[in-house]
């Protein structure tokens, strides 16, 4: 039973990770399930917060924008969720260890 609900909450930050008021009340809620429970399977399940997975996923997603395109750090940030740029470029930095334009300029 766990498994499924972990599976249909999967879909559901993949398809919503983009989107700045994804949550873990948001997903619970689209599951049907408590917070509290979906906190727990999640994390015993993926060996992650569910904060740390939404996060990863979208810091995989700026770094292909950041190869890919030309977009601005800002038009990236709120393509993978973010509304503020500039916490954008402090989480991108904490979790990649460089900036958005250094990571750009790297090969």
């Known amino acids: ?4 609900i972990l599976r ?3 879909d559901y930050i993949d398809a919503n990770y983009d989107k700045e ?4 009340n948001s997903v619970a809620k689209e599951v049907d399930v408590s917070s509290n429970y979906f906190s727990a399977i ?3 399940s993926m ?3 569910f904060i740390e997975y939404v996060t990863a996923k979208r810091m ?17 940030a709120a393509e993978v969720g973010y509304k503020d740029p500039h916490y954008f470029s402090f989480v991108f930095k904490k979790t990649q260890g460089q900036s958005p334009r250094e ?5």
């Open 8 to 10: 249909r909450a999967l």
């Open 47 to 49: 060996q992650k917060t």
């Open 21 to 24: 008021n994804l949550s873990l």
């Open 60 to 76: 995989e997603k700026a770094k292909k924008l950041l190869k890919a395109t030309d977009k601005s750090s800002g038009e990236i």
């Open 103 to 107: 990571y750009r300029t790297s090969k």
């Open 1 to 4: 039973q766990s498994g499924k």
């Open 42 to 44: 999640f994390s015993q």
